[in-house]
């Protein structure tokens, strides 16, 4: 008893040694939080200060006028229910699409299927920047949708990126568990519903919160489909904002931060809510052996 007391106590880290290696993830800690910090701490201040003592505001500095500021500029409900719409959208057509191709390049055999996914991660390395002419022209010129959600959101409805995660899952499912479902008389789309999604569940929510970054952050091309504020979303009309109204406030700097909390507060609620279904899971436990 004394010699596996002994062993244990021999095994156990010294507090010395456990607080070294723990303190240079705390200091990686606060310099990755630090921005967020900053960025909420700098939107609570009515008069700008960006001296060292602005990092630790004094409480009589603190108020929420910016966001007041941006809640009387912009018709915040309609610009949040315009970023819902498009982001939505582009959640849906990406799980949906991304699911389906994904499927058919992991799990189907059929010609050209190496070529196609060599061209997909290709478009990878193409920055959407280089697309925006070509695709005003196709979208707006030859579709018609200009002044539309349709418009906003068909850019964006194939995602190269959630179609390589979702290949990546269904690729590490056994290929046993395909093969029995076929056997039973399943359908491909019987298979894909029944077996393949409910065990990539993290690769749903991967794509779904790569994917909502995106749209939701995006003011470039919703400004160039519409023109019209009543459709245009939050980043878009948070963007106005910023260069034109938040230069004549009281403390332009608090309002450029004001926006930015706005803009990334949904973002980082997602992150929250998701981040503890982001677990491993063991996709071969269903097969014998």
């Known amino acids: 008893m004394t010699t596996d007391d002994g062993r244990a106590a021999a095994?156990?880290?010294?507090?010395?040694?456990?607080?070294?290696?723990?303190?240079?993830?705390?200091?990686?800690?606060?310099?990755?939080?630090?921005?967020?910090?900053?960025?909420?701490?700098?939107?609570?201040?009515?008069?700008?200060?960006?001296?060292?003592?602005?990092?630790?505001?004094?409480?009589?500095?603190?108020?929420?006028?910016?966001?007041?500021?941006?809640?009387?500029?912009?018709?915040?409900?309609?610009?949040?229910?315009?970023s819902g719409i498009f982001t939505g959208g582009v959640l849906l057509a990406t799980v949906v699409f991304g699911v389906l191709a994904g499927y058919a390049l992991a799990q189907l055999r059929f010609r050209g299927r190496g070529v196609l996914f060599a061209t997909m991660l290709l478009l990878q390395t193409i920055p959407f920047q280089l697309l925006i002419v070509p695709l005003y022209v196709l979208i707006v010129r030859s579709y018609g949708l200009g002044d539309s959600y349709l418009g906003m959101i068909a850019p964006f409805a194939i995602n190269s990126t959630a179609v390589f995660v979702f290949r990546q899952y269904f690729l590490q499912i056994p290929a046993e568990l395909f093969d029995a479902a076929r056997i039973d008389g399943a359908s491909e789309f019987r298979i894909l519903r029944s077996v393949a999604i409910p065990l990539v569940r993290p690769a749903l929510l991967t794509a779904m919160l790569l994917t909502f970054i995106g749209p939701w952050n995006e003011f470039l091309w919703p400004f160039l489909v519409t023109k019209q504020e009543q459709m245009q979303p939050l980043a878009v009309a948070l963007a106005s904002y910023i260069s034109t109204v938040a230069a004549a406030a009281t403390n332009p700097i608090g309002a450029i931060l004001a926006g930015a909390c706005v803009l990334a507060a949904p973002a980082v609620a997602l992150f929250v809510a998701f981040q503890r279904h982001f677990v491993s899971t063991d996709l071969g436990s269903g097969v014998k052996g």
């Open 11 to 82: 095994r156990e880290p010294h507090p010395a040694a456990r607080w070294l290696r723990l303190a240079p993830l705390v200091a990686g800690a606060v310099l990755f939080l630090f921005p967020f910090y900053y960025m909420v701490s700098g939107s609570l201040q009515t008069r700008q200060d960006t001296s060292l003592n602005g990092v630790l505001p004094h409480p009589g500095n603190l108020t929420l006028h910016n966001y007041r500021e941006i809640g009387t500029a912009l018709n915040l409900g309609r610009t949040l229910v315009n």
